[in-house]
């Protein structure tokens, strides 16, 4: 495996939005109709360039819509980019907003299954790993409750401890976390989820952090990369693109 698993070269992605020319109802109809409803197309990323060091931590930080979920996106292969070229080697796992996926009709014990199926874990994988992780979700007891009974953190719980505990089963070499570093839980959890965040994170993959958290940015990043409108800004050591960030931002 190269010494760079993600390198980025010069990636560009747009969007297009329909649109009509003028703003009345019987234009926006006849437009409808006629099949002439115009197309407005706005650029979501532009000339991104970005070399991820084998087992490193790199954080992307932005305000709202500067393009950083739309980059994890184009690296998870969920968005293909317009032009440019992307390398990317090794096994790969996108995580994002812990809660979601859920689903409130089955048990834990079914959730559990469905989540693990969906970061591609076998079912004898799962069924390894399902005692240990409603010791950490501390939801043992219930096990054949089905999730719209529970609390906000429950689900939280539920949803942190198996992403969290399959991701480490599948021992990615690229992981890319998209604001999921909320466990949605009480203080005592939120600790013991931090301690397996950072496990995950120095077992040796090569992770991207997207994050408005300055302060977990800073605390797991060697780098950062500081995007504004879809363009990088400035990237360097954490610390250092932080202090601007901030002073900008406050």
């Known amino acids: 495996m190269s010494d760079y698993p993600i390198i980025l070269k010069n990636i560009n992605k747009t969007f297009r939005i329909g649109s009509t020319a003028k703003d009345s109802v019987l234009n926006r109809c006849l437009s409808f109709l006629s099949g002439r409803e115009k197309k407005l197309t706005f650029s979501v990323l532009s000339n991104i360039c970005l070399k991820a060091e084998k087992g490193t931590v790199t954080g992307i930080i932005g305000r709202n819509g500067s393009g950083k979920s739309t980059l994890l996106r ?8 317009d032009n440019g070229e992307m390398t990317l080697e090794g096994k790969m796992v996108y995580m994002t907003g812990f809660g979601q996926g859920l689903m409130p009709k089955l048990t834990t014990k079914e959730n559990i299954y469905l989540i693990g199926s969906l970061l591609d874990l076998s079912r004898r994988d799962i069924e390894r790993k399902i005692d240990e992780i409603l010791d950490f979700s501390e939801l043992g007891r219930y096990i054949n409750t089905k999730v719209y009974q529970f609390s906000s953190g429950m689900l939280g719980r539920l949803s942190f401890s198996t992403t969290i505990l399959c991701v480490n089963h599948k021992k990615p070499d690229i992981i890319l976390i998209d604001e999921a570093l909320d466990a949605g839980a009480d203080i005592n959890f939120q600790h013991k989820a931090m301690a397996k965040i950072e496990e995950m994170i120095g077992g040796g993959a090569t992770v991207i952090l997207v994050s408005h958290n300055l302060e977990t940015i800073g ?3 060697e780098q950062v990369i500081w995007l504004d409108q879809g363009k990088i800004i400035k990237e ?4 250092e693109i932080i202090e601007e960030y901030v002073k900008i931002n406050g």
């Open 219 to 221: 605390k797991f990043c």
């Open 74 to 81: 184009l690296i998870a292969g969920i968005y293909q980019p």
């Open 236 to 239: 360097g050591p954490a610390k």
